[in-house]
């Protein structure tokens, strides 16, 4: 027993040696960082990442292989864009969140401007300032999309969002009303759960969540960061989810990652990041062990420090993510 447990140990200190050490590298260029980059979603079978500047507004294509950056406005059309998602089975189709649309567009990952084919919904009439923010596919492929309101109004008194689910042309479904800013998006399908935060209340929420319907229910809190940080330092802001289950949240104006564990509901890591406004965060790579992090320098009326607006790539973490869904047309 006891030199079974040595040579266990043996072969963990073998392991961490052998291991990568963190490594956060930038993968834009002085004049490539965001204003408020946002809505990182990895390609597997392109390997490419493609992710949002909400205030440019851009889309932006970044090449695993080659290591370019790609940028484009959408044509005729000026509204800010909150993510990008290709669409299954094209190359050149994604979905795009231009203000108060659900828009599919057209882009060849390389011109300078993309065209709107279609509008497949117009959310929030009702409420002008009102934007299609942070979204993501479930694992079916159907579209999870939420919006928020101005931010210079107090959102926690008068939250105006909601968090939609669309596959259908032309309705989107309403999951939660009140929404101060619609964000982070993660789902387990083997426990059965979706995980959801609105920024403005501090927590990250968890729903049970039926795949083959994408019905969400029993909504309680996981984690709420006004009780392990009442200091009110930051906001939850972008998530993603590792093979394991773990919860990866991005934190505005937290300049860290926090790495929660969805089973104890604790904070079981927190990743430094160079940036203060740390906005979202995507797995990807040829073996999904690349983390890929978006950040702002926003807003862009004051100056922030280098190298906000950033988008990094982590590598070393010895985790692996889950691959992303495309969007799949019911
Ligand atoms: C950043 O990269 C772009 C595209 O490759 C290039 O045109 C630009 O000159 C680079 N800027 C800097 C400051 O290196
Ligand atoms: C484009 O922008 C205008 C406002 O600038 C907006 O009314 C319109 O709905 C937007 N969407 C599309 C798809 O053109
Ligand atoms: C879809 O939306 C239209 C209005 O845009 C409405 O008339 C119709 O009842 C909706 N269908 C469903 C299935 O909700
Ligand atoms: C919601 O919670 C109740 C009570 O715990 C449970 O009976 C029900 O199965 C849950 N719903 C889903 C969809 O899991």
Redesign the pocket.
């Known amino acids: 027993m006891r030199s079974c447990c040595f040579i266990f140990i043996i072969l963990m200190h073998f392991r961490c040696f052998m291991s990568n050490e963190l490594h956060i590298e930038e993968i834009t260029n002085e004049t490539q960082r965001c204003i408020l980059g946002e809505g990182p979603h990895y390609d597997v079978k392109s390997q490419n990442l493609y992710y949002v500047d909400i205030a440019a507004p851009a889309i932006f294509r970044y090449s695993l292989e080659t290591g370019k950056i790609f940028k484009a406005t959408i044509k005729d059309n000026n509204s800010q864009l909150g993510f990008i998602t290709p669409i299954e089975g094209k190359t050149d189709e994604f979905v795009v969140g231009a203000g108060h649309d659900l828009t599919v567009i057209r882009w060849n990952g390389e011109s300078e401007e993309a065209t709107v084919l279609k509008v497949l919904v117009t959310v929030d009439s009702q409420f002008p300032t009102n934007r299609i923010n942070d979204a993501k596919c479930d694992p079916k492929g159907r579209l999870f999309f939420g919006t928020m309101g101005d931010e210079t109004s107090n959102l926690k008194q008068h939250p105006t969002g909601f968090l939609y689910r669309y596959q259908t042309y032309p309705n989107a479904t309403i999951l939660r009303d009140n929404v101060g800013i619609s964000n982070g998006l993660a789902w387990n399908e083997n426990l ?1 759960k979706f995980y959801y935060i609105d920024s403005v209340t501090r927590n990250v929420k968890a729903y ?3 795949s083959s319907t994408g ?1 969400i ?2 909504e309680s809190v996981l984690i709420d960061f006004a009780v392990t940080h009442p200091d009110n330092e930051f906001a939850p802001d972008g998530m993603t989810i590792d093979e394991n289950g773990f919860l990866y949240v991005a934190t505005w104006n937290g300049a860290r990652i926090l790495v929660i564990n969805p089973v104890t509901k604790e904070i079981v890591r927190e990743i430094q990041m160079p940036t203060a406004k740390v906005t979202s965060l995507a797995f990807g790579g040829p073996s999904l062990d690349i983390l890929f992090v978006t950040t702002a320098a926003y807003p862009a009326s004051y100056t922030h420090p280098p190298p906000s607006g950033a988008v990094f790539k982590i590598t070393g973490l010895n985790v692996k993510g889950l691959p992303m869904s495309n969007f799949k047309f019911d």
Do not use: A
């Open positions: 059965g049970d969540y039926e019905h229910s029993n």
